[in-house]
């Protein structure tokens, strides 16, 4: 039991440390930002503004 706990918590830290290194490109690069932050937020707002529509009857 004690080895699978140590394989999991081996797994989620580098785990972890790849979202970290992800996360970190993401911000130091203004395109990657606008691409993975502002254009799904956009998608979702006209997503919602749609359903609002449809909802109306």
């Not at 790849?18 to 970190?24: H, L, M, Q, R």
């Not at 990657?32 to 609002?52: E, N, Q, W």
């Amino acid at each position: 039991m004690s080895a699978l706990l140590t394989a999991v918590t081996d797994v989620f830290t580098a785990a972890v440390g790849w979202v970290s290194t992800v996360a970190t490109t993401i911000t130091g690069q203004p395109v990657l930002l606008l691409f993975c932050v502002a254009v799904p937020l956009c998608g979702l707002g006209v997503g919602m503004f749609s359903r609002l529509l449809h909802s109306r009857g």
